[in-house]
């Protein structure tokens, strides 16, 4: 079960970075509170479903990959480490964004929880369940989020790059571990 902890706070740490970006804008067309209560539905929501459908595709394919597992997994984590230490050193889109819609909540919430897809996959080497561990990702999500809008109106964006750094950091170790388990 740590494990799952750990997958779902570093899988969070996209959409606390976007949280803490849409916090910090000035210029915001939505109340804080409200803000932070629809980031948290938005980015939890997809973050909790997007790790159920690698799992499922991921079980489809395990009868023909079943000896590589430990290496996809591996492999698909360490990209997506790789990918959010990247994002994390370079400028976000939230802040080109000038309203904060439904439509907006929308395509942020997918492309944050597009890693979470693929980190579902690794499920299948945890010995939980699946629904559980997915539950799990979308509450710390959830509340990650929620947290992130108010950071961001506090502090500004300073904090936004180093939580995708630190994602980055904890999934390419969990992925490690996956060699090993």
């Not at 902890?5 to 949280?19: G, H, K, Q």
């Not at 997007?50 to 000896?67: A, E, N």
């Not at 080497?125 to 929620?146: D, E, K």
């Not at 995708?164 to 904890?170: A, L, N, P, S, Y």
Request: a neutral charge; glycine letters at 12%.
């Amino acid at each position: 079960m740590t494990e799952v902890l750990l997958l779902a706070i570093a899988l969070s740490m996209d959409a606390f970075a976007v949280s803490i970006g849409l916090g910090s804008k000035k210029n915001s067309n939505i109340a804080s509170f409200d803000l932070a209560l629809k980031a948290g539905t938005f980015f939890g929501f997809f973050q909790a479903i997007m790790p159920i459908v690698g799992y499922l595709g991921g079980k489809g394919l395990l009868g023909w990959i079943c000896s590589y597992t430990h290496w996809i997994s591996f492999g698909l984590l360490g990209l997506i480490g790789a990918k959010m230490i990247y994002e994390g050193m370079s400028e976000g889109v939230e802040k080109e964004i000038c309203y904060i819609t439904n439509k907006v909540m929308l395509l942020l919430s997918i492309a944050t929880s597009i890693d979470a897809m693929a980190a579902g996959f690794s499920l299948m080497l945890l010995n939980v369940n699946p629904f559980l561990a997915c539950f799990i990702i979308g509450i710390v999500t959830f509340m990650f989020s929620f947290i992130g809008v108010f950071v961001g109106k506090l502090s500004g964006t300073w904090l936004e790059s180093k939580a995708e750094i630190f994602g980055g950091i904890v999934l390419i170790a969990i992925g490690f571990r996956m060699l090993f388990y």
